[in-house]
């Protein structure tokens, strides 16, 4: 080897701005606070973009189960909506949180539960007897997870002498899918409440019994039945119908929302971008993509675009409908700022990634 390469390469290493691999920041399990056993993953190191503040997937409920990217400028309102469901609740910072399905909390976020002072913990193992025996030696102040799993541990715990070990109360918040109702009076019977969150991966909780977490968050008719209303937060469908009563959720009669009750929309909406606060629509465009990939809901931008709007307008049309842009008049509208948060807020991440990116000296796109 010559003198100056070995110089060239000690210059190299000394004086390079690109981190190696060992320097490289990394986001751990621990890191997104959901560093718990499931028996559904692995566990996968992976090179997530800085524009990420973290990333999840969906359940798989209803479709293979899709990554979801969260991005930073999201983290505010689902910490606000954290906020506005533990006071709803009346639960007071310094209060433990047993989480019983890892994944949900990236639902709330990290920092949201950080910000409201809920310390949470998991169990050793995804399994009922873990979970009674974590449930009955810690006591925790609330039990987050899915309504059937929590109603068949309660009662096999009083079939194995552990029902004077259960807690004397709790709260019992049941998420991920529909409530099972016959878990009411099994709870009801240990002095426990119960509360019936929905939301999803991509936008975090959107109700608590029934009762709207978001300003943002609309109902309007959807093509799935009868009585049914489509969910539509920021504008962005969420591809869910529910039935809308008088009488009240199962949970809290003011609830109007019975999502229990769901039924997948058919056939689902998509957004049509018809005005924009930006400049250029080529912008919007970028984020009709991000959307997409991101958050698995198709959004198409109007050839009639108007930007420099005071406030960004959407439509919803059925997807099944052809030609639906010449029919986006017809749909229901949304108009900023408050109707169509979600949406701006991706789109403010948007804008961000194209004045702060990151790049890669190795890996440089031209056009």
Request: aromatic share 6%.
């Amino acid at each position: 080897m010559s003198d100056d390469l070995d110089r060239f390469e000690d210059l190299a290493e000394t004086l390079s701005t690109a981190p190696s691999l060992a320097e490289m920041p990394r986001r751990s399990l621990a890191d997104k606070g959901i560093a718990g056993p499931t028996a559904a993953h692995v566990i996968e190191e992976v090179h997530t973009p800085f524009n990420l503040a973290y990333l999840t997937f969906t359940t798989g409920s209803s479709a293979f189960q899709n990554i979801v990217g969260v991005v930073h400028s999201e983290i505010d309102g689902r910490c606000e909506v954290a906020r506005r469901l533990f006071q709803a609740l009346g639960i007071d910072a310094g209060r433990r949180m047993l989480v019983t399905y890892a994944p949900l909390v990236n639902v709330f976020s990290k920092e949201a539960l950080v910000r409201c002072g809920i310390d949470w913990s998991f169990l050793s193992r995804s399994s009922r007897d873990a979970f009674l025996a974590k449930f009955c030696r810690e006591k925790p102040d609330i039990l987050l997870g899915e309504s059937s799993f929590i109603r068949a541990s309660l009662a096999a715990a009083k079939q194995l002498g552990l029902g004077d070990d259960l807690p004397k109360s709790c709260v019992i918040l049941t998420a991920g899918t529909p409530l099972d109702l016959e878990l009411l009076p099994e709870a009801e019977a240990l002095g426990y409440t119960v509360h019936d969150l929905y939301g999803c991966q991509e936008f975090g909780w959107l109700t608590l019994d029934g009762v709207p977490l978001r300003d943002d968050i609309s109902l309007v008719a959807s093509p799935a039945d009868d009585g049914f209303r489509e969910l539509v937060v920021g504008g962005l469908p969420m591809g869910d119908s529910f039935p809308v009563s008088a009488s009240g959720h199962v949970c809290n009669p003011a609830g109007k929302i019975i999502t229990y009750r769901r039924h997948r929309t058919h056939p689902e909406y998509e957004v049509v971008v018809l005005a924009t606060t930006l400049a250029a629509a080529e912008s919007v465009n970028k984020v009709a993509r991000t959307i997409l990939r991101i958050k698995g809901r198709v959004v198409k931008v109007s050839p009639d675009l108007i930007t420099g709007a005071l406030a960004t307008e959407l439509t919803l049309v059925p997807s099944l409908v052809t030609g639906s842009l010449d029919m986006a008049e017809n749909g229901p509208h949304f108009v900023g700022p408050v109707a169509t948060k979600m949406f701006d807020d991706l789109l403010a991440a948007q804008v961000d990634l194209q004045t702060t990116a990151k790049t890669d000296p190795v890996w440089t796109k031209r056009r």
